[in-house]
């Protein structure tokens, strides 16, 4: 006799015991419970149709289960159900309930689940091997559970960036983790990476416009403007293809707000004088995944256009034709692959700024009511852009911090759609067209042990931003597997 099994086994009076416990010694995780033959009604009752006894037995104890401490205070669930029933047609249907803080309530499915489905959910909650064909095919029932309490999620807390410098109309490798500098236009100045700080500098050549200003910045992410693999400007991101290879770590459409921690100073005063030209901004790229839309400027007579991007800065100290605007002014324009909107969010004319949860959802939302696009409409934070943007201005600005935060469901990072665009990426369902897409880019990424080549690897498929496609992704799509998710 194995000792040890014996004393595992669970009678009513130890099971009890062991969820009802507030001592730090949480229970097992399965535990598992088949009453004798009178209280799982096999051998009382009459065909079937009067079971008093199961029925007394039930109302006993499942109420002890699901007010225990551990069904409190802990995500559990109460799978109940029968191994058969004689006076049913064909042996079925059976009786099946699942109960606890992880499921959904009143909720029923139409999709025909049997034992094997059962244990195929089990073996996926613990990460475990199914054992044979009749498990391994027997699907999951995750349709039946909620998501899991939402997780923080912070975009590059401490400001990574590598390139030493960049200047005049140039850009920097793609093939390394998070900012990426750029200056776009030739002489418009440089992005210096020096002690933790982008020291961003424009030296505008007095060749550029509004319509084509000087610009150095840093980026992380995809935008509309890319020329990368002969992307179209205007069309859905190239994910592969970002302004590096890691991209963004957020992925929130909203069900929980987006927010902006910063950091930025003026190493000298803001110049001042009739030609002087200039926006401190961040700007956030907004991907709309479900299609082209309609728009009509509400705010600044811009007329129509219809666009899949909206680009949208927060501005935090800017001057045009040497008058600085006041904190709240709103603008739109139409830059041609976007919807353009600003929000003048502070006036930096010298010294520092710390800005501490900037509301970007609001943000996002105001950007849609502007051009009368409707609140519903799901836009997927693509890119982000930091940096100085003006004409025939010299003018430098230093962020020593750009972080982004929020809360997300960890099923979130398993919605990752199809990398071939064959139908909209993240429908917030998590189907065989997300598991497919996972073992599709399997091993690749720059960190790879046998690293790819830039433009193999997609970053938003990547769970934890390590840089390379493995088995930790493929098995996290797996095990949410069927979840949807607000």
């Keep these: 006799m194995n000792t040890s099994a014996c004393n595992a086994v669970e009678t009513p009076d130890v099971l009890l015991n062991d969820l009802s416990s507030s001592s730090s010694a949480k229970p097992a995780n399965f535990m598992w419970l088949t009453p004798n033959t009178d209280d799982d009604g096999h051998d009382c009752g009459s065909g079937g149709t009067q079971v008093p006894e199961e029925n007394l037995y039930l109302n006993n104890l499942v109420p002890q289960i699901l007010g225990s401490f551990f069904f409190a205070n802990n995500r559990a669930a109460l799978i109940l159900t029968f191994d058969e029933c004689d006076s049913c047609p064909n042996s079925g249907p059976l009786y099946f309930v699942i109960a606890g803080s992880g499921v959904k309530q009143n909720y029923s499915s139409s ?121 179209v400007d205007g069309a859905a991101p190239m994910f592969n293809y970002a302004r590096n290879t890691w991209g963004l770590d957020v992925k929130s459409f909203g069900q929980y707000p987006l927010y902006l921690n910063t950091s930025l100073a003026l190493p000298n005063p803001a110049p001042s004088g009739s030609m002087v030209n200039y926006h401190i901004f961040i700007g956030f790229y907004f ?45 739109t ?27 970007i959802t609001s943000f996002y939302l105001r950007s849609l009511a502007v051009w009368g696009l409707p609140s519903s409409t799901r836009g997927l934070l693509a890119g982000v852009e930091v940096g100085l943007e003006g004409v025939n201005t010299t003018i430098s600005v230093n962020f020593s911090s750009v972080s982004l935060h929020t809360l997300e469901f960890v099923v979130v990072h398993a919605d990752v759609g199809s990398s071939t665009q064959g139908r909209p990426f993240f429908d917030q369902y ?39 496609i493995n088995i930790l992704e493929v098995a996290y799509v797996a095990y949410y597997f069927q979840f949807t998710f607000p």
């Design 287 to 331: 991907w709309l995944p479900d299609g082209v839309l309609g728009g009509t400027d509400q705010i600044g007579g811009n007329g129509q256009t219809s666009q899949q991007w909206i680009e949208a800065q927060v501005r935090f100290g800017d001057k045009e034709n040497g008058v600085s605007q006041p904190v709240g002014t709103e603008k």
């Design 111 to 231: 999709v025909h689940y049997n034992h094997y489905a059962t244990l195929h959910t089990e073996e996926y909650n613990w990460q475990l091997q199914c054992f044979a064909t009749n498990d391994c095919n027997g699907g999951t029932m995750s349709e039946f559970f909620t998501p899991p309490a939402p997780i923080q999620v912070v975009h590059d807390p401490t400001f990574q960036t590598s390139e030493s410098q960049v200047c005049n109309d140039s850009t920097a490798s793609s093939n390394y983790p998070y900012w990426h500098p750029n200056v776009h236009n030739s002489g418009a100045g440089c992005v210096t990476i020096s002690g933790g700080q982008s020291q961003i500098s424009e030296t505008s050549s007095g060749t550029a416009t509004w319509n084509n200003p000087d610009s150095p910045t840093v980026q992380s992410g995809s935008f509309p403007w890319q020329t990368e693999n002969n992307h």
């Design 430 to 468: 998590v189907n065989i067209v997300d598991v497919a897409t996972e073992s599709n880019s399997f091993s690749t990424g720059p960190n790879c042990s046998s690293p790819t080549a830039y433009g193999t690897y997609y970053w938003y498929l990547s769970v934890n931003s390590d840089g390379c």
């Design 333 to 359: 324009w139409k830059p041609g692959d976007a919807f353009g909107y600003s929000y003048e969010a502070n006036q930096l004319t010298s010294g520092t700024l710390t800005v501490t949860n900037f509301n």
